[in-house]
């Protein structure tokens, strides 16, 4: 796949990307983050090591400046998280001269404000009405813990809030499952929506918001890692499923019921770990050709393996189709290299 390849043939250079499982890989990382954004760092953490491992890999069969791409990329988030890091440290530093927590309600301006936090299910947000330096009003708009927390301990806090006309650090709450978490998190949404009536209040600037929330995001709730959990046993069923139907020659590989009868028919039956020819076929399904090549000098090609599978699989066709695709994908790095020379 080249560049190039995107001006004058963009069908073309769409299909080549498809077929490379680094491609996908990071579009599923993507789109993930897109739909659980509490998850980015731990994707950023899964595509980073999956790409290095890849990319490791294919240099050390190779060559080629993938990894020097991939450092850069690495430099960056670090340079760019230390960056950020200051500006935090810096803006929450002035920001305990300018809260709005107990006395402090004397900052905030008469309005009607919206805050948000994190509870124990997910984001809480509530809406505060302040007129002459006391809190009036508070409203729950969006609270996901009711099924964890029973529903008095919110409003005993919220009532608090209203008699004292300002926010104070909440009591201990009930043995209830996420209680802490939940009272934090609803304090968290008050003090950020009373943050929002007091002037020229510290706020960090736009790199660092920007960075934090690509690249980090909020800490995961439980839904989200129940939905991480799902996501990626679907993509593991998905990926090496796609991974035969895209490569010319290699879809036989999908129907293998890992029965091993066809090992017990093969007169070589192992070679270096690997079980023949069932192996063969399972690192097929997985895209590693190379490897598949490597271990196609012990198969003698008697075909006895197709005579006995069930649904009729060779070793012998699995090893060419390997065979083949290691062919095109050495012929595309010698015209991209040619390209770039």
């Known amino acids: 796949m080249t560049w190039s390849k995107l001006l004058h043939d963009p069908a073309g250079f769409l299909w080549d990307a498809i077929r490379i499982r680094g491609v996908r890989l990071t579009f599923y990382l993507i789109l993930a983050a897109a739909l659980f954004p509490s998850s980015r760092f731990i994707l950023l953490i899964v595509l980073l090591l999956t790409l290095a491992t890849l990319w490791i890999r294919d240099y050390s069969r190779n060559g080629g400046r993938r990894l020097l791409y991939l450092a850069a990329a690495v430099g960056f988030l670090v340079i760019g998280y230390g960056i950020a890091r200051l500006n935090v440290d810096r803006v929450d530093e002035l920001r305990l001269a300018n809260s709005p927590w107990g006395a402090g309600i004397k900052l905030v301006q008469d309005g009607v404000y919206r805050g948000t936090g994190t509870g124990f299910r997910g984001p809480i947000v509530v809406e505060v009405e302040v007129n002459?330096?006391?809190?009036?009003?508070?409203?729950?708009?969006?609270?996901?813990?009711?099924?964890?927390?029973?529903?008095?301990?919110?409003?005993?806090?919220?009532?608090?809030?209203?008699?004292?006309?300002?926010?104070?650090?909440?009591?201990?709450?009930?043995?209830?499952?996420?209680?802490?978490?939940?009272?934090?998190?609803?304090?968290?949404a008050v003090e950020s929506a009373l943050s929002k009536g007091i002037p020229d209040y510290p706020r960090y600037n736009l790199f660092s918001s920007m960075f934090f929330d690509a690249f980090l995001?909020?800490?995961p709730s439980r839904v989200t890692l129940n939905a991480l959990a799902i996501l990626f046993a679907a993509f593991l069923v998905f990926e090496y499923a796609l991974q035969s139907m895209l490569t010319p020659g290699t879809g036989r590989s999908i129907n293998c019921y890992n029965c091993a009868t066809c090992v017990g028919a093969c007169p070589v039956k192992e070679a270096e770990g690997v079980q023949f020819p069932m192996g063969l076929v399972l690192l097929t399904r997985l895209g590693n050709y190379e490897r598949v090549t490597e271990l196609s000098k012990y198969c003698v090609g008697c075909g006895r393996c197709a005579a006995k599978c069930p649904i009729g699989n060779s070793g012998p066709l699995v090893i060419a189709a390997a065979f083949q695709a290691c062919h095109d994908l050495r012929r595309k790095q010698e015209l991209q290299q040619e390209d770039t020379a």
């Open 132 to 188: 002459n330096h006391r809190i009036k009003g508070l409203k729950t708009l969006q609270y996901p813990d009711a099924i964890s927390v029973e529903d008095n301990e919110i409003a005993v806090f919220s009532r608090e809030i209203l008699e004292k006309g300002r926010l104070e650090k909440p009591a201990e709450p009930g043995f209830y499952r996420g209680a802490t978490i939940t009272l934090t998190g609803y304090a968290t």
């Open 217 to 219: 995001g909020s800490a």
